[in-house]
């Protein structure tokens, strides 16, 4: 069966590849490990499924609920966000998502937290050259099904309309690590799917739908059932002793996922997990996420955003 994921190092792992087959990937150990990957050509594209860009993986595992690495942790996500918009100096911010779904609530709880400031340039431009602020202006587009608009034609509207420099969009994904979850982000320049991290997928948005820069920072907040179910049964497989026990493991993980569809009950395409303290946890995210962004536009501390957001 094939294993899902939305995390470019993940889906170069379950291949194998290298950079002979297209995919480059740097590595910065620390307090705040980061992964730089470049997808270089189709090959490596089709092998993994991404398409061909940078992607910047940051692991924040123990950050939401350490001070000390939560700080470590913005300060390292907002480094990238500021490589990634090349001095981008107006930029319009898209938290996608359902935010009455706790899983894919991620994008929405992150544009809450955004110091606003495009309004204070056009109205009360005094104010905006006293805060020295960048140009930051944000939309929560909701979902199809309570709009009855498709999240990229609102993108693209308010596209045209603001004219901004790029466009950085807010979504919550899958991971098929349990331990990556909510412990994790990934930025890159390639756009993104809305949706994709809860199976339902819509238009894409990226720089060939918009015209300009889309830059699409992500956190996994589920795993895919099936994947989880076929990671277990390898697991279990390599760590039997047994013969007979190892070979059926092995043969239930590898049957091109026959016997997974029996066990998920015909659910395998649409059946996620999500960690029981997930409300907590998204939004310690969005508040990580939140800052990182606010630090990298603005150029602001965090007591200043605090100060700013009153959050």
């Known amino acids: 069966m094939n294993q899902r994921t939305d995390l470019a190092v993940e889906a170069a792992e379950l291949k194998q590849l290298s950079e002979k087959d297209g995919f480059l990937e740097t590595v910065t150990a620390g307090t705040i490990p980061v992964s730089k990957v470049r997808i270089v050509n189709e090959n490596a594209a089709s092998l993994t499924g991404k398409p061909i860009g940078n992607y910047a993986t940051v692991f924040f595992d123990g950050a939401l609920s350490d001070d000390e690495l939560f700080g470590h942790a913005v300060e390292r996500t907002a480094d990238l966000i500021r490589e990634f918009l090349h001095g981008a100096k107006s930029v319009l911010a898209i938290g996608l998502g359902n935010a009455e779904m706790t899983a894919d609530a991620l994008g929405p709880k992150v544009v809450d937290r955004l110091i606003i400031s495009r309004h204070l340039k056009e109205q009360l431009p005094d104010l905006y050259r006293e805060l020295a602020l960048g140009e930051l202006s944000a939309l929560r587009p909701g979902v ?168």
């Open 144 to 311: 199809l099904g309570q709009t009855g608009i498709e999240t990229a034609e609102l993108i693209r509207a308010a596209v045209d309309t603001v004219s901004p420099d790029a466009v950085v969009v807010f979504d919550a994904l899958a991971s098929r690590r349990v331990k990556r979850l909510c412990a994790t982000v990934q930025i890159s320049d390639t756009g993104i799917t809305p949706g994709s991290g809860v199976g339902n997928h819509r238009a894409r948005i990226d720089k060939q739908s918009l015209g300009i820069p889309v830059i699409s920072i992500g956190v996994p907040t589920v795993v895919d059932a099936a994947t989880l179910t076929a990671d277990a049964l390898e697991k279990v497989g390599k760590q039997m002793n047994h013969p007979s026990a190892k070979a059926l493991a092995g043969e239930l993980a590898n049957d091109e996922g026959e016997a997974l569809r029996e066990l998920l009950g015909g659910y395998e395409n649409n059946l996620v997990v999500t960690p029981q303290d997930i409300d907590a946890l998204v939004s310690r995210t969005a508040k990580l996420l939140s800052e990182a962004v606010n630090i990298a536009i603005h150029n602001v501390d965090r007591e200043q955003i605090d100060a700013l957001t009153g959050v």
